[in-house]
């Protein structure tokens, strides 16, 4: 027992030892980028049952780094259930992300509180907890597009589509045209080139048979991607490794980084490589886009003064094909995380992928309108279809066709990037949420209404949504944006009520009063029949006291009421307002009364039932007395005329 004791401790610290090792070995691959071959070491690392906090962290970074969100999901995991007192604010981020990626929003969301927790003044925790609604938001763009895989993927890396005449340039590893195909450490697979295929082709089948390389000059046996062409097609601004003219450079830590460069169209062949002036051998500069007015050229970099791993820079190009300095876009768009892949339409809106504002998972796509200066507006998700729980990236569109082109891993595997088309429906806009909600009162008393059903119809017709009022009754709807609706309210014993309501085309809330009368109204001596009626002002002509047409039809509503209800017995009180001689006045109103009176006895009301007075401007309502400057609406507030009821 005693000899299999030491050979367990023997063989454990031998192990041990070999797999410090591995650790080592892939820590330096990991340092110089080659994520693949430290995958591999530090999986088998772990595969035998080693753990710390050192191997899960760069396990979960290096699947992290090549999109692999399952299996970074596992190790970040791990890594803060097993070690949580080394867990760094980042592998919180990454693992939140991942998360996503899988579709575990709920657990997602509880990574991305702790993030906060952590660090709080970073920006990709500010936005989620400014946005903790925000898969709705992100659902409120659901179907702007229409998307579907092309026919001209290869079953390797397709991706960056760019439009270029009648043709879709973009990179594919499927190829490096010699025996030998060249491999990159980072994903494992062949070096990048530039390809094009007629626009035409793109959806149809098979459509890969068309694909050809499109320049022998720009591809080299290193990586060539993402291009983009003046509005004159002779100059193409492109993304490279830091090679050229056959001298391959590295930094100082021994990485070979991207570069930008520019080539010219001379006779129909592509020549005169140069690489841009604001490169370095130290940092990353690519994935190019020009300005509508092709002034300007943005582009990815983690160059000194970026926010995070890769951030949104632009650069003036002069008129003398000089650059100006670069320029950061900013904190509102660029975040701790990666912000990559500009593209600018023809209406001026910029589109870039970045894994730090709130998306559903991986690198998402989004959208902001850039203003005469370069400043940026409200940033909006592409939503569904257009993202997904992958990575999602490289967009462009023709605004014309409202056709475009988009790249992402969300095939099968979730390795492989491919290239997919699409179809704008609606371009995203800004979330718009309508609350339009209030109560159904009795407009004589203010009492609250319970039972009432409140409907709400639109232009057509259309019942949108019907609700009963509670013991509260109020009601509440959740109408549509920048559209007019009739709200309606009916109760058993009351006359039913409408309304117009357009609501805004921006998030607002919108409060309603919806006021009843009763059908049957109870009238007690004292009451004013023309409130009761609701009956419009009585008019007469100018220093006149004789009954317009106008007049009768509200005097017959006087006449009806009284033809109804025998038994009621009215004073008639005709008023005026203070502008005039007070006697004049008073006169006037006498006669007026008079003519009212004789009006309702010439259509068979009895004498008897009526009484009368003109009482000038002796009662008025307001403070517009005489000497005293009043608008012509107060005035009219004086000019009325009152039948009170003496007895029912």
């Not at 500010?126 to 998307?147: A, C």
């Not at 492109?238 to 056959?246: D, K, V």
């Not at 890769?310 to 003036?316: A, Q």
Request: hydrophobic share 35%.
């Amino acid at each position: 027992m005693k000899y299999i004791t030491i050979a367990l401790l023997l063989l454990t610290t031998i192990v041990g030892n070999a797999q410090e090792g591995k650790i080592e070995r892939g820590t330096k691959n990991f340092n110089q980028y080659d994520f693949v071959d430290a995958q591999k070491i530090y999986q088998k690392v772990a595969d035998k049952g080693y753990e710390s906090a050192d191997l899960f962290k760069r396990l979960g970074d290096s699947y992290y780094l090549n999109a692999r969100y399952d299996k970074a999901a596992v190790y970040f995991g791990k890594l803060i259930k097993e070690f949580p007192e080394v867990a760094e604010a980042e592998a919180y981020f990454r693992y939140a992300l991942s998360l996503r990626a899988t579709k575990d929003y709920a657990l997602s969301d509880r990574m991305m509180s702790r993030f906060f927790d952590i660090k709080e003044d970073d920006k990709r925790a500010v936005l989620f907890k400014e946005t903790p609604d925000y898969l709705r938001e992100i659902d409120y763009q659901k179907g702007s597009y229409d998307v579907a895989i092309t026919t001209i993927n290869s079953g390797y890396s397709d991706f960056g589509p760019m439009l270029y005449k009648d043709k879709l340039i973009f990179a594919s590893n499927r190829d490096t045209g010699s025996f030998t195909k060249r491999i990159h450490k980072w994903n494992g697979q062949p070096f990048l080139n530039l390809y094009q295929v007629s626009l035409n082709k793109v959806d149809q089948d098979a459509g890969n048979r068309y694909v050809e390389k499109f320049s022998a000059y720009l591809n080299t046996q290193y990586h060539e991607s993402t291009p983009v062409f003046t509005e004159d097609g002779k100059t193409v601004y492109f993304t490279r490794n830091n090679y050229n003219n056959g001298k391959y450079r590295e930094d100082n830590d021994g990485t070979n980084k991207l570069k930008l460069y520019k080539a010219s169209l001379v006779k129909g062949k592509w020549t005169d490589s140069q690489e841009l002036p604001f490169n370095s051998d130290e940092y990353t500069v690519a994935h190019p886009a020009l300005s509508v007015d092709g002034k300007r050229l943005y582009f990815s970099s983690d160059m000194p003064g970026s926010f995070g791993l890769s951030d949104l820079w632009y650069v003036s190009i002069n008129e003398d094909d000089t650059y100006g300095t670069p320029v950061n876009l900013g904190s509102d768009i660029n975040t701790e995380g990666r912000e990559s892949f500009p593209f600018i339409s023809s209406e001026n809106d910029i589109y870039f992928a970045s894994d730090g504002h709130p998306g559903l998972g991986g690198l998402d796509l989004f959208v902001t309108a850039l203003g005469k200066n370069g400043e940026t507006a409200e940033i909006l998700n592409l939503g569904e279809p257009a993202n997904t729980s992958k990575d999602d990236f490289a967009f462009v569109i023709n605004n014309e066709a409202n056709v475009g082109f988009l790249s992402s891993n969300r095939g099968n595997r979730g390795i492989d990037d491919d290239i997919y088309m699409l179809k704008q429906i609606n371009k995203p806009s800004i979330p718009c949420d309508i609350l339009l909600s209030g109560v159904v009162t009795d407009k004589n008393t203010g009492a609250y209404l319970e039972g009432a059903t409140v409907s709400l119809y639109d232009t057509n017709n259309n019942l949108f949504k019907s609700v009963v009022t509670g013991a509260s009754a109020a009601f509440a709807f959740i109408p549509d944006c920048d559209k007019i609706f009739l709200i309606r309210a009916e109760k058993e014993g009351y006359n039913t009520s409408e309304k117009m309501v357009t609501t805004p085309n921006v998030s607002s809330e919108l409060e309603e009063i919806l006021q009843l009368e009763k059908t049957l109204k109870p009238v007690v001596p004292g009451d004013d029949i023309a409130k009761i009626l609701d009956l419009n002002p009585i008019y007469f002509n100018f220093d006149k006291y004789d009954i317009r047409p106008d007049a009768e039809v509200e005097l017959a509503k006087v006449l009806v009421y009284m033809e109804t209800y025998p038994s009621v017995r009215i004073d008639v009180r005709s008023h005026t307002d203070s502008r005039g001689r007070d006697a004049y006045n008073l006169n006037l109103s006498q006669n007026r009364n008079i003519s009212t009176r004789d009006w309702l006895i010439s259509k068979g009301i009895s004498a008897s039932r009526l009484t009368g007075k003109g009482y000038g401007e002796t009662q008025l309502v307001n403070d517009c007395g005489n000497g005293v400057r009043c608008s012509k609406e107060q005035h009219q507030l004086n000019r009325r005329s009152e039948f009170i009821v003496v007895s029912n």
